[in-house]
């Protein structure tokens, strides 16, 4: 008889957090179940991975099903996932709102990201095309250094996060002034981690009304056709 927990064909959340953990060193944030048998994801402070109900198995990768059509399970799972976290940062996210507003796109940034600067600095078509953007932190150099300081990138995304006018500040930055130094408690670290768990590996990283995510810039028009699209 499999010992409780081994068994391969029942899911014990709780057993198969604990053993990633000693053996991976991963913290399992959560555990869902998926329409491969034996098989469940694993949301993680470091993304999103999947192992066998008894943790015998990794799997790193995505996992597809072949119907009639091909569908991107791990993403479909992850839209729900990024559209349900997003709304932990509701009161913390910078926007940048849309006269007439017909979209809303989150996008992860960071200031010194050239490909951030670049769509930033074209806001205002974004708005013209009723796309409201609400940013998220995401220091690409990460929230501390080897021996624990705080990163120059976490520093000075925590100080526009902290601004009186944290737009105005986000603005600036971006066009390379220099914003004055703060500190606060806005949840730059949780967004960031957030970023991690559900996929995001650079900047910028746009998320769908549809939980959908497009990694990369994209012109106004292009992410304009898109989200009419989804």
Not at 62 to 79: F, I, M, N, R
Request: glycine share 10%.
């Amino acid at each position: 008889m499999a010992k409780v927990g081994t068994d391969p064909t029942k899911l014990n959340k709780e057993v198969l957090k604990g053993k990633i953990k000693r053996t991976l060193g991963l913290t399992v944030i959560d555990v869902e179940d998926t329409p491969v048998p034996g098989i469940a994801m694993l949301i993680t402070n470091q993304g999103v991975y999947y192992a066998s109900y008894n943790g015998d198995y990794f799997i790193q990768g995505k996992v597809y099903s072949l119907g009639a059509t091909v569908t991107d399970l791990s993403e479909k799972s992850l839209a729900k996932i990024r559209l349900e976290g997003i709304k932990r940062f509701n009161d913390d996210m910078i926007v940048y709102p849309a006269k007439d507003e017909k979209h809303v796109v989150t996008v992860f940034t960071d200031i010194t990201c050239g490909y951030c600067r670049k769509m930033h600095a074209q806001m205002d078509e974004y708005n013209a095309k009723g796309i409201t953007f609400q940013y998220l932190a995401y220091p690409r150099s990460g929230i501390s250094d080897r021996l624990g300081n705080p990163t120059e990138g976490f520093k000075d995304l925590r100080s526009v996060w902290c601004n009186e006018d944290p737009a105005a500040a986000l603005t600036k930055a971006k066009t390379g002034g220099k914003v004055a130094y703060r500190i606060c408690d806005k949840p730059i670290e949780a967004e960031f981690d957030f970023g991690r768990q559900i996929g995001v590996s650079g900047t910028p990283a746009i998320i769908l009304e549809n939980g959908m995510m497009l990694p990369g810039y994209q012109p106004p028009a292009q992410l304009e056709e898109i989200l009419k699209n989804i």
